[in-house]
Nanobody, 127 residues
Framework: QVRLVESGGGLVQAGGSLRLSCAGS????????LGWFRQVPGKAREFVAS????????SYAESVKGRFTISRDNVRNTAYLQLDRVTPEDTAVYYC????????????????????WGQGTQVTVNS
């Protein structure tokens, strides 16, 4: 089992940058594939990015490809989402998620694949 706590959200101007962090508890953090999702009120939660257990493989939603970067540090039990060149459409609550029982190469993209979720962190982009 793993507990996830997001941080780093806030208010940013369009075109700016922000880095989100996801701190995981426990000694088995490296056994989980990790993902970032986001949700705006009235809409379904959507996939943003995911990373495999060692951190060498990543997947991105088309809407953020080339602007966002997911990474992880298994020594610090932390995952990151670097948001660059943000737009008002990136405004949302961002959630970190973890999926256990996966082989090294997997980067899950479906919300239903994930077992554990953080509480979310709000990102607001001003135009």
């Amino acid at each position: 089992q793993v507990r996830l706590v997001e941080s780093g959200g806030g208010l940013v101007q369009a075109g700016g940058s922000l880095r989100l962090s996801c701190a995981g508890s426990g000694r088995t953090f490296s056994m989980y594939a990790l993902g970032w999702f986001r949700q705006v009120p009235g809409k379904a939660r959507e996939f943003v990015a995911s990373i495999n257990r060692p951190g060498g493989r990543t997947s991105y939603a088309e809407s953020v490809k080339g602007r966002f970067t997911i990474s992880r540090d298994n020594v610090r039990n932390t995952a990151y989402l670097q948001l660059d060149r943000v737009t008002p459409e990136d405004t949302a609550v961002y959630y970190c998620a973890a999926k256990g029982g996966v082989v090294f190469a997997v980067t899950p993209v479906d919300e239903g694949d994930y077992d554990y979720w953080g509480q979310g962190t709000q990102v607001t982009v001003n135009s």
